[in-house]
């Protein structure tokens, strides 16, 4: 049993906000009866808004991983105009985005209308691993690695890696380096590197909870199988 606001969201017919406004409104039936805010329904129920049956079987849910290019963001909708993660992906289906990428970051990320999935793997207690390969200016020192895997402090919490690792020093006076975290905070890995002393020049995220976009070229995506949708749900409480 879950609340049918819940439902409707998952179904990807509308926000969860948005479901709720239309149960206020006397819009939603379930079983041909009006719905009150709060109730609870289960599978073999029917729910009805203006006419239109909700999908509330079980396997309505669809994952998708996406290779996300740069110039794209992480949004449903923007207001500037510009190109989002949700206009590269062909479905019918409200589909969100778990978490963000930055504008010019590129990389794995996963899009589905799994409401309960999305925010289990956004909770930091499930410590879910995501791994970015930073291209930094400047040929780090070992120092500044050790101060990194030691915990950065940045404004009001401290970013502690579970890895850093220096992938490459290239000819040109930059690094490549492969960091780990759990957490997801706004430019969080630019910031990092920034406090002892590295700008960013490039920053692609190259798995998120397991799932690597090796075989994705820039702007591609495909479904996740049953077998992968059912291991990042092992991954979370």
């Known amino acids: 049993m879950e609340r049918v606001s819940k439902i409707i969201a998952n179904s990807g017919y509308t926000s969860r906000r948005k479901a709720e406004e239309l149960i206020k409104n006397g819009k939603v039936l379930v079983n041909n009866e009006i719905c009150v805010l709060g109730e609870k329904a289960s599978t073999s129920d029917i729910i009805m808004i203006d006419g239109n049956i909700i999908n509330n079987k079980t396997g309505n849910y669809v994952y998708y991983l996406l290779n996300k290019p740069r110039g794209v963001v992480s949004t449903t909708i923007d207001e500037k105009g510009r190109k989002t993660v949700i206009d590269l992906i062909d479905t019918k289906k409200r589909i969100y985005p778990i978490g963000r990428l930055d504008y010019d970051t590129t990389g794995?990320?996963?899009?589905?209308?799994?409401?309960?999935?999305?925010?289990?793997?956004?909770?930091?207690?499930?410590?879910?691993?995501?791994?970015?390969?930073?291209?930094?200016?400047?040929?780090?020192k070992g120092v500044d690695i050790n101060k990194i895997k030691d915990g950065i402090k940045i404004d009001n919490y401290v970013a502690k890696p579970t890895r850093v690792k220096l992938r490459k020093v290239?000819?040109?006076?930059?690094?490549?380096?492969?960091?780990?975290?759990?957490?997801?905070?706004?430019?969080?890995?630019?910031?990092?590197?920034?406090?002892?002393?590295?700008?960013?020049?490039?920053?692609?995220?190259?798995?998120?909870?397991?799932?690597?976009?090796?075989?994705?070229?820039?702007?591609?995506?495909?479904?996740?199988s049953i077998k992968e949708v059912q291991r990042l749900y092992s991954l979370v409480k």
């Open 170 to 224: 290239n000819k040109n006076n930059t690094s490549l380096v492969e960091i780990t975290l759990h957490e997801g905070h706004n430019h969080e890995v630019k910031r990092i590197f920034e406090t002892v002393g590295y700008n960013v020049s490039k920053l692609t995220r190259l798995s998120f909870a397991g799932l690597n976009v090796r075989n994705l070229k820039s702007g591609e995506y495909r479904e996740l």
């Open 108 to 140: 794995a990320i996963i899009l589905t209308n799994d409401g309960e999935l999305t925010n289990k793997l956004l909770h930091p207690s499930n410590k879910v691993d995501k791994v970015y390969l930073a291209k930094i200016e400047g040929i780090i």
